[in-house]
Each structure stands twice: as structure tokens, then as C-alpha cells.
């Protein structure tokens, strides 16, 4: 099944060369970066070997981390790791301390039960949000919202969006990301 986390090491990075692009002229490699639902670190991995360094990855689940290092030594060297529900570990951390929180294809599976997790995002951020998530789809594990107003009613503003589609992504394995809507919004 494509849930293991072996998979997901090996699978399709290249939507992160979008990614890049639409952070690199807000997010500078020093800046601090969290992804939430890391899985095992294939995002996070370009973001290192695009010259991010203060990288830290969340995940629910711990296998997930696990598999990480094997596939991903230099990253597994400087990455800060945590496992657990997101609704768990954000409150952990320090307000402001990241300066950007991303995720892909991670929020659409928080249960609108667990509404704080944007609350904490949004405490967490110092500066930026970005969301690669598919906003329309519903089903028992989909859950449809619109970033933009999650993040709006937090204290954020979008500075910049974009669907995939193949005129923008027109590489084989991106079809999966085809539909997703790429945010970036900045802490007011």
C-alpha cells in the first residue's frame, strides 16, 4: 500500500520545486521551517538540499520517523523531529518560533473537530503559512475548507495562490497534486 512511510521516502518530490519558488523570496535559508505531516522527510529533504537548514518535521506517526534516517542521513543530522497528532505537539512549542509552517496534502485530514491545530499553527508562525492541500475534496478522511479563510480569521493575510494543474506542473508524477491549491499567507 502507498501508506507506508517507505513509500512516501521514495515517492515524487518534485512539487517542492514549486514550493521553493513561491517561498524563496519570503523565506531565506536561514529561516526557521516546520512541516506539518512529514511523513518520512522527502519534502523536508529538497528544502535541505535547496539550502534550508533550521528544518523540523511533525508527524502522527512514529514509523514515519523511524524510516527517516535511513533514507535521509544529512537531513536526519539537523532536522528537529516530533511524533505525535499535531493537535499534541503544536502546543508545545514556542509562539513564534517557526518562521514558516507548511504542509502538503496534511491540514484536508484534520477533523473539524480538531479546529485548534490552526489556531496553533497560526501561534507557532512567526512570519508565514503555506498550504498545498486539496480544498474541495470531501469524504470520511477529507475534510473541505478554504485556507485563505482559516487563516485570514488567525491574524494572516494571503500574499500569493495558485492551483496545479498541468499547465503549471506538467511532470508525469504530478498528476496527484492536480486540484490542490498552493497558499502563502503572512502573519499581519
Excluded at 511524533?83 to 514556542?94: F, H, Y
Excluded at 490552526?118 to 498545498?132: C, M, N, P, Q, W
Amino acid at each position: 500500500g502507498f501508506n507506508r512511510p517507505e513509500d512516501y521516502a521514495e515517492g515524487p518530490v518534485s512539487i517542492m520545486r514549486y514550493v521553493i519558488d513561491f517561498i524563496s523570496a519570503y523565506v531565506k535559508p536561514n529561516d526557521s521551517i516546520l512541516e506539518v505531516g512529514c511523513n518520512a522527510g522527502s519534502k523536508m529533504n529538497q528544502l535541505l538540499r535547496a539550502g534550508y537548514s533550521k528544518l523540523a518535521g511533525l508527524d502522527v506517526n512514529p514509523a514515519s520517523l523511524e524510516v527517516l534516517p535511513r533514507y535521509f542521513p544529512d537531513l536526519a543530522r539537523v532536522a528537529e523531529l516530533h511524533a505525535g497528532p499535531a493537535e499534541e505537539v503544536l502546543p508545545k512549542l514556542s509562539s513564534d518560533s517557526r518562521w514558516l509552517i507548511y504542509s502538503v496534502s496534511t491540514l484536508c485530514l484534520v477533523h473539524p473537530t480538531q479546529h485548534s491545530v490552526f489556531h496553533e499553527i497560526a501561534r507557532v508562525s512567526s512570519g508565514y503559512i503555506l498550504t498545498l492541500e486539496i480544498e474541495w475534496a470531501a469524504g470520511p478522511y477529507f475534510f473541505p475548507r478554504n485556507y485563505r479563510r482559516v487563516f485570514e480569521r488567525l491574524g494572516f493575510s494571503q500574499i500569493a495562490s495558485t492551483l496545479i494543474s498541468r499547465d503549471l506542473c506538467p511532470e508525469p508524477e504530478l498528476p496527484s497534486y492536480y486540484g490542490h491549491v498552493m497558499r502563502l499567507m503572512r502573519k499581519k
